[in-house]
């Protein structure tokens, strides 16, 4: 008898309910720590005077260990189980939030922010295997669902409570906000979560093959997020890069020849898997990018205070709320795709309203294109993950388990950096093209912007001699701030363009998957 069969024969059906609980409040509450510094990074950013190229590493280096320990994960439960692997990864977590909270230096959150990566990353295929442990095959997608629910609504909900404390207390605090929801999380692992199962030797760690493509992502990140301030002819950009694609290199060469590897490469040999991991990819880079825009949008352009940009994500929790228990019904019965390919036309659709927006859009407008996109974070995870996984044979199911993990997390990364290179790199161009389209004798619109700043500078006492600088003044103002809008409307073109890319793969994954039952039935 497993230690889960014992569970459910001291609990009664109840122990389902009780480890799913056990695991949510570990996701959600290192599911917020994604986010939720965000909101406060401008408050660190200046407590610490840290510039531009510093205080990105607060993300970098975030997602950087949260993709590569999500790999790791398997090889943690199998040398020390469940239990001990979720315990020990929230108190060390623990550890790095009051690391973080009471932070002295740069080098000393940034060393929280990694460690804290670390831990979110861990944590993500330990409650899944955990909850595939618990739930039978026919029941795999409520289970999918409601793992999905707890990627989606920490992002969501970590928005509200950090503009909240930012607003009303100190940036520190939103590193101590989830430590009662882990001391709990804690408490009930430590009774319902399995311990190791299998006795003798724990097994080995391929220390190598982590090391190197922990190396590769975080040098590829880092080229890709500094290239625009460094120039990307510069010389450390294209040594970055070269350690990156050396490092991957090495790292499908090192693979294979393992005992036991890190990532199996076998499991992309099936396609169901394969397709899944590319809507995952993508997805996860649309999704991420866009909570990272979104609340850059309205501090940049709209000026809203951190509480208010907060209160826009609250009709998204509850969409993801009232879909996900629908999606864990119905993922199970019906093809993948008549889900996941109306959801991603309408999360391209709302991303596309995104890029519509200026300094005049409205609230409403805003909080309603969010709700549409939280549909597609409650419909496309889930039974994109129940898929790939279970078209996997058993041996591979470990390894797929992290590796799909690890493509959304993956994709979320790379997404996330790409936007803010790609923001700094519109923004310059659209601010060249409108000063050299602006103040010209050939250019009615500017010279009667011109005239209507000068009559303004006069009426609020500019005396006649710096009229005209003043007028100047005002006008390249404008054109700054619209050069940015610009830039944020074509980050939000290149997200929605991604969704759409996405329904390809997604239902790629579903027909394949019913000709793979097909052929079983048979």
Known sequence: MTQVEAMFERYGPKYRLYVTVTVLLGLVALGMSITIVNVATPYIKGAFGMSASQVQWLSTGFLAATTVTLLISPWLMAAFGQRKTYVGLLLVFIAASFMGGWATGMSMIIAARVIQGAMTGVIRPVALEALFAVYPPEKRGLATAIYGMSLGLPLTLASVVGGYLVDHFNWRYVFFVVLPVCGAAILMGLIFLPDREESGRKPKLDWIGATVLFIAIFTALAAIANGQRWGWGDAAIHWLEAIAIVGTGFFVWWEPRQERPILDLDIFKTREFLAGSIVLFLFGGAFYGVMYLLPQFMDAILSYSPITSGELFVPSTFVLAVLVPLVGRFSDRIPTHWITVPALTITAFATWRFAQSDWDTSYFYLSLSMALVATGMATVPPPTLSRSIGSLPPRLIGYGSGAINFALQLGGAFGTVALVAMIDRRTALHSAQLTHQGLTPGNPMAMEAMRQ????????????????????????????????????????????????????????????????AAARAE
Request: hydrophobic fraction near 45%; include cysteine; glycine fraction near 4%.
């Open 453 to 516: 700043y000068g009559e303004i500078a006069h009426r609020t006492g500019t005396s006649d001699v710096y009229r005209q600088a003043a007028a100047s003044d005002m006008l390249s103002r404008v054109d700054a701030t619209w050069a940015t809008i610009y830039a944020y409307q074509d980050c939000f073109l290149m997200v929605a363009a991604a969704l759409a890319a996405v329904i390809v793969p997604s239902y790629l994954l579903s027909r394949w998957g019913q000709q793979r």
